[in-house]
Every structure is written in C-alpha cells, then in structure tokens.
C-alpha cells in the first residue's frame, strides 16, 4: 500500500538529481540509482503499483511487462528512439508512450559528423599506437585516411539527425550529399542541405563516408549486411550513430578485417553494452559506448522534456493533459 497521496513513478534509469528532487514534488518515486534496471523480473517487480515510468533507450517496455503492471498508465522516454516500447502494446492498454525528439538532434549530429571524422581520419587507432610507445619516426603514409571535405557523404535515414548531419557536410566541408530513406525530402528541404535522394544500391556504391541514423525497427534489421558491404567501396568508411541491430555486426567484423572497406566508426551495437569480440581486435574501427547524445545540456534537455511529459500526463503544469512529444496521444482523448 501507498504512504502517500501522491502516484507512484518508477525512474528506472540513472537520473540527475536535480531532476529526481523536481519529480518528488509530484510523485512517490522509486529511483534506479547507479544502475538501469533492465532484468525483466526486477522491472516487474519494482513497477509493481506504479502510475508511470521514466525511462531511456532501455529497458524493454513490453506486453508482459504492462500485463503484469496494470496500474502504469505512462511510460515516458528520455531518448528519442523507442524502439524497446512495445507503442502499439501500450495504446491497447491505454498507456501514454512519449519520446524526446528535436532536443538532442545538433549534439548527437555533431556526434556523427565527429566519428565519421575520427574513422576516415584513424585518430582512434593512431592514438592507441602513440600511447603504446610505437611512435618512433616520421612516414608519408603514417596513418593516412581519406579525406572527409569534399568526399561524397551518404545518409541512410534522413530525419531530423540525417539532416543536421547533411548540413554540416554540405555547408562546412563541401561535401556531395546523397542519401537515402523510404519518404524522398521535399525540393525545399533537399536544396539548402545539398542532398540528392538516391537507391540504397547507389548509396552503397557511391558514398565515401556513409552515415547510419536510421531507427531501428524489424524492416531496417541488419540493413548493413555482408551483401551490402560488399557493394560499397574498399576505401569507404561506415558510422553507425543509429541503434545495434541496423548494421550486422559479425559481418562488419568480418568486412573490416578484410579491407573490403577502409573503416567503421561505431556508437551502438547489436546487444549492447556487449559488443560483438571480433569487433574489438580490429584496428580500423573506432567505438564508442552510445554517447552520440552526451553533452550534459542536451541530457538534461532530454530529461526535462521526459519530464514535462510525465507532469502533463498527470494533469500538472503548462503542458497538463497534453504531454507535448507523446507518441500515441489518442490514448488521452475521451471515450466519444
Ligand atoms: C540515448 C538514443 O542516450 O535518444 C536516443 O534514441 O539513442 C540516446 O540518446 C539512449 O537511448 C539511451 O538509452
């Protein structure tokens, strides 16, 4: 039984505290503490008679999970990809999902554009070289990338991130942009970025540094396979900002050891944190543990907007009874 008056709200992820004490004017809440709390049976458990969830690109949001929490009626997201919410799952049981869009779309753009710089450019390899002391003389060749101004910059996905990722390519490195997505940009959105819709099967042969931000979802599983990279060229390099799950890892692994293509930038992996072995004895890829959102501000823009969210979902505040980024709204509308 509930001490308090107030809904009970699981944070089921590690949170800033400032946003914690903000929460506790409003809910009873339950914090994750150091840790997500991502085993299905703890969930479970400490969901148990809660109103609401706060959570990030993790954990799994699932039919069973809602089954045996009756009492949730919101799961709001810090991260703008969802795809660990079952959305359709909730909607049926009547459950508001919101995400976090538009507030992390420059950082996690300069992000991409970084580790596709640091891939083409082998800064994470030579420096791992210099720390071990293998630093001994000068070469032409030591440690000579391709070139990112002026090279041919390929986007699969083109949302908000692609197009902020395009920018940059376009307007600051001189760089031909094509790209592609199910849904081509309008004229007006193509122009100012420079971008050229293309067929995937162009885009793998024509881009010199390809740039994965789709979401991930059952028809982009594995949309970087074997077969796709051997489409692309020996010199390309391929960053993966998007989500593990988009790109075959194994095959990568496989495709880089061989040179079939130069490098690989990496941000998310297929069941992260773990990461695939064979990826980590390859030189030539560059990884990094899913920070492509990391700034401080635009975490905490993140939660924030998670926030606001919640608070609206329980009728308080400016945004109450219209939660501002929800996914499935008509699951607030009353019964006609
Ligand atoms: C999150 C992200 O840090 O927003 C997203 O979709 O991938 C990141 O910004 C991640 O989801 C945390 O789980």
């Known amino acids: 039984m509930s001490l308090s008056d107030k809904p009970r709200l699981l944070v089921a992820i590690p949170m800033f505290a400032e946003v914690?004490?903000?929460?506790?004017?409003?809910?009873?809440?339950?914090?994750?503490?150091?840790?997500?709390?991502?085993?299905?049976a703890e969930l479970a458990r400490r969901a148990q008679g809660c109103s609401a969830l706060l959570v990030a690109g993790?954990?799994?949001?699932?039919?069973?999970?809602?089954?045996?929490?009756?009492?949730?009626?919101a799961v709001c997201s810090m991260a703008v990809g969802y795809n660990n919410i079952d959305v359709p799952a909730c909607t049926a049981r009547g459950v508001l999902v919101s995400n976090a869009p538009d507030v992390l779309t420059e950082t996690t753009a300069d992000f991409g554009?970084?580790?596709?710089?640091?891939?083409?450019?082998?800064?994470?390899?030579?420096?791992?070289?210099?720390?071990?002391?293998?630093?001994?003389?000068?070469?032409?060749d030591l440690f000579a990338g391709s070139d990112v101004h002026g090279a041919t910059l390929g986007i699969l996905g083109m949302?908000?991130?692609?197009?902020?990722?395009?920018?940059?390519?376009?307007?600051?490195?001189?760089?031909?942009?094509?790209?592609?997505?199910?849904?081509?940009?309008?004229?007006?959105?193509?122009?100012?970025?420079?971008?050229?819709?293309?067929?995937?099967?162009?885009?793998?042969?024509?881009?010199?540094?390809?740039?994965?931000?789709?979401?991930?979802?059952a028809s982009s599983h594995h949309a970087i396979g074997a077969s796709e990279l051997a489409q692309m060229k020996p010199t390309a390099t391929l960053t993966n900002i998007a989500r593990?799950?988009?790109?075959?890892?194994?095959?990568?692994?496989?495709?880089?050891?061989?040179?079939?293509?130069?490098?690989?930038?990496?941000?998310?992996?297929?069941g992260e944190p773990a990461v695939h072995p064979d990826l980590l004895t390859v030189p030539n890829v560059v990884l990094t543990p899913h920070i492509a959102s990391a700034s401080l501000p635009t975490r905490r823009a993140m939660a924030d907007l998670a926030q606001?969210?919640?608070?609206?979902v329980f009728g308080i505040g400016a945004d109450a009874g219209r939660p501002p980024t929800a996914l499935n709204p008509e699951v607030l509308k009353p019964a006609a």
């Open 308 to 312: 606001r969210n919640l608070l609206a």
């Open 20 to 40: 914690l004490a903000a929460l506790a004017e409003h809910f009873e809440v339950d914090a994750a503490g150091e840790h997500p709390i991502e085993d299905p």
């Open 113 to 140: 554009f970084a580790l596709m710089m640091a891939t083409a450019r082998r800064i994470a390899e030579s420096e791992h070289f210099l720390r071990a002391g293998q630093w001994t003389q000068w070469r032409y």
């Open 159 to 217: 949302g908000r991130i692609g197009q902020a990722i395009a920018r940059r390519g376009h307007l600051g490195f001189g760089m031909p942009v094509i790209y592609h997505n199910r849904s081509r940009l309008p004229a007006e959105a193509e122009a100012p970025i420079g971008a050229r819709w293309v067929s995937k099967e162009d885009l793998l042969r024509e881009a010199d540094h390809l740039v994965l931000v789709v979401p991930y979802s």
């Open 58 to 73: 993790m954990p799994r949001i699932d039919a069973a999970l809602l089954d045996a929490c009756p009492t949730v009626r």
């Open 244 to 270: 593990g799950g988009v790109v075959d890892d194994a095959a990568l692994a496989q495709a880089l050891r061989d040179k079939r293509i130069a490098a690989a930038g990496l941000d998310v992996f297929e």
